[in-house]
């Protein structure tokens, strides 16, 4: 596609919930990031996928996040027995060598 | 990655320079000077990149000092629609096994 895709672009779901987000990144980019804003604050490094390396999984903030890459293609992240801190938006990036191409952003709600 | 370190925020009259300072005294010799920006309610957008030479494009110019400990991006002619928070990033280039790490940056108001 054109740039990074990201799905939903919204989501509200219960407390204890799980839910997943989607993230297509720009084809032949073999960098994947994902990261989490919280209303008015910076970035917070999630995780980050590069080719067929092991994932840099050390921002993951608790057991309830995980992500999966299927080769150089889609990603998803989960978030297990979602918490209200855990409302946020979450944004995916993908690159080939330089510049990242963020998408629009999952906004996820704990209500 | 080396950390850097920015003005919280900064002012600038639309049609003037903006210069956006940045701090990273401890940059490896291997290490690039990365800016991104972020509009409200939008990803992260490039700017420009460099290692130790200045840089221009379309968007903006990197200045970078000689010992590389410092550098400065301006926005020749500000514009109302450049009102963003600026990151600035040191990291190796490329694909390198390396994460980006998003300071808190320096939110930029262009004024009228």
């Known amino acids: 596609g054109a740039g990074v895709s990201q799905s939903p672009s919204n989501k509200v779901t219960e407390k204890g919930k799980d839910v997943e987000l989607r993230c297509d990144p720009i084809?032949?980019?073999?960098?994947l990031y994902w990261y989490r804003q919280r209303l008015g604050q910076g970035l917070e490094f999630l995780i980050y996928f590069q080719g067929n390396s092991a994932p840099d999984k050390s921002g993951l903030p608790s057991d309830r996040f995980s992500a999966e890459r299927t080769g150089e293609s889609v990603s998803t992240l989960t978030i297990q027995r979602t918490q209200q801190e855990d409302s946020a938006v979450y944004l995916c990036a993908s690159s080939q060598n330089t510049e990242a191409f963020f998408g629009q952003g999952t906004r996820l709600t704990v209500v | 990655d080396a950390k850097t370190t920015q003005p919280p925020s900064m002012d600038c009259a639309e049609g003037r320079a903006a210069n956006l300072p940045c701090n990273h005294s401890t940059i490896s010799g291997n290490e690039y000077v990365y800016w991104y920006r972020q509009i409200h309610s939008q990803g992260p957008q490039y700017i420009i990149h460099?290692?130790?030479n200045n840089e221009t494009n379309e968007m903006a110019s990197l200045i970078i000092t000689e010992d590389r400990k410092s550098s400065t991006l301006i926005l020749p002619h500000a514009t109302l629609r450049d009102t963003a928070v600026y990151y600035c990033?040191?990291?190796?280039?490329?694909?390198?096994?390396?994460?980006?790490?998003f300071g808190k940056g320096t939110s930029l108001l262009v004024t009228p």
């Open positions: 990033i040191v990291r190796v280039a490329g694909n390198s096994g390396y994460a980006l790490n």
């Open positions: 460099g290692l130790k």
């Open positions: 084809s032949g980019h073999t960098a």
